[in-house]
């Protein structure tokens, strides 16, 4: 089964280590020293690792303790409970990887209703669309186009607990369809399907100054906690990116107008490594007087049995596996750590002008980029817009020069309109 080679180009991307762990036998001994050192983390439904909004995408990526948006039930649902509103939904999208391939898009929209101004729900829902896929069975098979697609329907509960402190909790539904129901010999392959929770919490405080209010948070939210998308057979499970991710923020007033808010996040992926033949022969060196016919063979051995526990651990298990399996020790472990630092320019809380910079370790991805975004917010709607530019190689890295859009809209201030009562002060507080 062969597919088109730039429409594959884009599904091998999403999903890299498979296609690093099976390619080593045709490389040279310093290539494949150097992929020893690459190390990234698989996962399935990569998907729901890819930032949906644009206000956190001109913030680098940082938004687990930012002020509370539409846009929370992705990077910390606790935050729906500090909500001023009554209620409102959001619209992004997401032009994906087009420096690679056209025709991979995210959309996303979600919707927050508050109850009794300590409690909020949310809904959201999120289809990531691969394109078309050509799929041939030989290179003289004129083949036939797929549409693989991805989406998640999540709900959310949250509530404030104190003054200060929310704590949500997020229950999700995952469907992964990768082949369109083609196999290559002809049977049908079933679609992956999973469910995913999310726990987080917020810590929320004004603090004043002469000049005006300034507000410190401190956010966490461990996501997509939950079973492992299966394709068919347990050798085709894959881990959902079950992530934990902790952030501080700081709105800092200059007056009465204009505010500057820096963001920390800290994230972290609790997926356990894909075992490798590398990782295999360096816990099984060769023996004194073993030849090197009885040494492959026992480290074929070894390397299936190392595949077989990895594809039939339980998500638990590979949780805890998780914080001692990196190759490189202590220190790899804390190499899987990658950071987000945004900084957001507010004047009046209505225009927004906004920088971040993204790092992650070159060993498990080397996705290292600065983001800008700007914004505008009004009574009834708001509009977000941000860029993406990539630090590293900027001619080959797909993630170049990505744009991301949010339209939000306040449902209490659209409702005062259709009343005739846009005048209220409610109206003029939005989100």
Known sequence: MKFSKTRISALALLMLPFSVAF???NMSNDQQAQVQQFTPITTGVSFLSVAPDARAGGLGDASAATSPDLDSQYWNAAKYAFM???GGASVSYVPWLRNLVGGIDLISASGYYKIHDVQAVAMSLRFFSMGDVLIRRDPNDPGYNVKPYDLALDASYSRKLTKNFSMGVVLRFVYSDLTGGYSEDGS?????????????GYYGKEVDFAWGK?????????????????????RSSAFQP???RLGG??????????SLTLSLDLNRLLVPMRPTQSSVEAKNPQMEGESNEDYSARISTAYQAALDEYYMMDPMTGIGRSFTDNPNGFVGELSEINFAIGLEYSYDDKFFGRFGYHNESEALGNRKYVTFGAGFKLNVFSLDVSYVLSVTDTNTNPLNNTLRFTLGFNMGAIKQLAN??????????VF
């Open 23 to 25: 390619s080593q036998n």
């Open 84 to 86: 001023n509103g009554v």
């Open 188 to 200: 049908y392959d079933e679609p992956g399907a999973g469910v995913g929770a999310d726990i987080s």
């Open 214 to 234: 300034g507000f410190g948070a401190f956010g966490f939210n461990i996501s997509n906690i939950g079973s492992k998308i299966e394709y068919g057979d347990y």
């Open 242 to 244: 079950t992530n934990l």
């Open 249 to 258: 923020s700081f709105k800092m007033p200059f007056d009465n107008y204009n």
């Open 420 to 429: 005739n009562d846009a005048g209220k002060d409610s109206a003029e507080d």
